[in-house]
């Protein structure tokens, strides 16, 4: 199976999926979520395969976020869009039937933390860094963020991280039980792929029913904060804050941001 923007292989009934733009930091654009899309697919229509790792090209990134290069010129209703492709995709993971675990090797932030926050559940390396800078754009969260982050570490953390933009190195992530395990970079793999070996071994119909009742224990099948996320991402688009935030990562200055 092969993909313009990700390794795809099969190891002891484990997909391995790779994100592959080491260049740009492994940042989602549009060919990355078709590409994940299909792999999950793949995955699950696949019955040799059990279970998916997700993890980044290079040493330096799991995904450094969306693909900011793609923002600038979105209105509203496409930056929507944006945001609706990018949870279909990621509800996509999270409802998988097999179990998709990320190995973060290095930066997740914004959509790479949301990426990472989507599977079922998380390890990383001791040079991982997590956040949701949208903030510094004049952007919210758009692939879930909001809803996902405040799951996983509860409403006060979620919002300081979120209106500050603060990152968080690999041991605050395991303090605040965003990832289950912290080992060194040249583990990470191995130590991720032995976890899934043992899942791999246990009933998958089982597994399966697990996946389905935890995540419905966390949503009670009410998507509605997914949805408001989907118009507040859409609402900064139409932002001079969001143009001007864009504008200076591009430029690589501090951006200046007026409220309007
Ligand atoms: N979208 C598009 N391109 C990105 C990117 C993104 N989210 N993140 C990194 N890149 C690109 C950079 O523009 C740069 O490209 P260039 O070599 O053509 O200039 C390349 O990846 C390497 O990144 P660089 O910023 O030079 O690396 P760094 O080590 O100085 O900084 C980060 C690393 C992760 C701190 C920095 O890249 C960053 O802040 N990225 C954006 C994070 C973000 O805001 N994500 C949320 C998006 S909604």
């Given amino acids: 199976m092969t993909f313009d923007t990700l390794l795809f292989a099969i190891e002891?009934?484990?997909a391995i999926i790779t994100i592959n733009r080491p260049d740009k930091l492994n940042a989602l654009n549009k060919n990355v979520f078709d590409d994940l899309d299909k792999a999950v697919d793949a995955v699950?229509?696949?019955?040799e395969i059990h279970s998916a790792l997700i993890t980044g090209?290079?040493?330096?990134a799991f995904v450094a976020g969306a693909d900011i290069t793609e923002f600038g010129s979105l209105s509203i209703?496409?930056?929507?869009?944006?945001?609706?492709?990018?949870?279909?995709?990621?509800?996509?993971?999270e409802n998988s039937p097999k179990?998709?675990?990320?190995?973060?090797n290095g930066f997740a932030l914004g959509g790479g933390c949301e990426l990472a926050m989507s599977c079922h559940f998380r390890l990383c390396s001791d040079n991982a860094k997590f956040g949701q800078p949208e903030v510094n754009l004049?952007?919210?969260?758009?692939?879930g963020g909001t809803q996902r982050l405040t799951q996983l570490i509860g409403k006060g953390k979620s919002m300081e991280l979120q209106m500050t933009a603060q990152m968080i190195d690999a041991q605050e992530a395991l303090r605040l039980g965003l990832v289950n395990y912290v080992t060194p970079s040249d583990d990470l793999l191995t130590r991720t792929k032995e976890i899934l070996a043992v899942i791999n071994s246990k009933a998958p119909l089982a597994v399966a029913k697990i996946i389905e009742c935890i995540n419905h224990?966390?949503?009670?099948n009410n998507y509605s904060g997914f949805?408001?996320?989907?118009?507040?991402?859409?609402?900064?688009?139409?932002?001079?804050?969001?143009l001007e935030g864009t504008q200076a990562f591009l430029e690589k200055r501090k951006a200046s941001f007026k409220g309007k």
Wanted: glycine content about 10%; cysteine-free.
């Fill in 12 to 14: 002891n009934n484990t």
């Fill in 44 to 47: 699950n229509e696949n019955p």
């Fill in 57 to 60: 090209a290079g040493s330096k």
């Fill in 77 to 93: 209703v496409e930056a929507r869009q944006l945001s609706e492709r990018g949870q279909q995709v990621f509800f996509k993971i």
């Fill in 99 to 104: 179990p998709f675990v990320a190995a973060v």
């Fill in 138 to 143: 004049g952007l919210i969260p758009g692939y």
């Fill in 217 to 220: 224990a966390v949503t009670n």
């Fill in 227 to 242: 949805e408001k996320e989907v118009e507040a991402f859409g609402f900064t688009f139409g932002t001079e804050d969001m």
